[in-house]
C-alpha cells in the first residue's frame, strides 16, 4: 500500500510513533538517488520472524559491474 505515494501507511521513525514491529510483517525499503542521469532506487525485503528477521531478495554482489553508455 502506498507504492510511489511516500509513506501513507503510518510507519515513520518519527519519536511519536509508536507501531510495535511484530512477526510476519513484511518491510521494503527503498533508498532513491538522483544525478544528471535521472533518479535511481534499490529496493530490498525482509521478514519480520520470531527470532529476528529474512531477507527476502537477492543481495547486490559485493562489486557491481560498470557498462559503458
Known sequence: MGHGLRNNCGLSVHPDNHTVVEPGMLFSCEPMFGNEWGFFDLE??????????????????????VIKA
Open 44 to 65: 530490498d525485503q525482509f521478514l519480520v520472524t520470531e527470532t529476528g528477521y529474512e531477507i527476502l531478495h537477492e543481495p547486490a554482489p559485493e562489486h557491481i559491474p
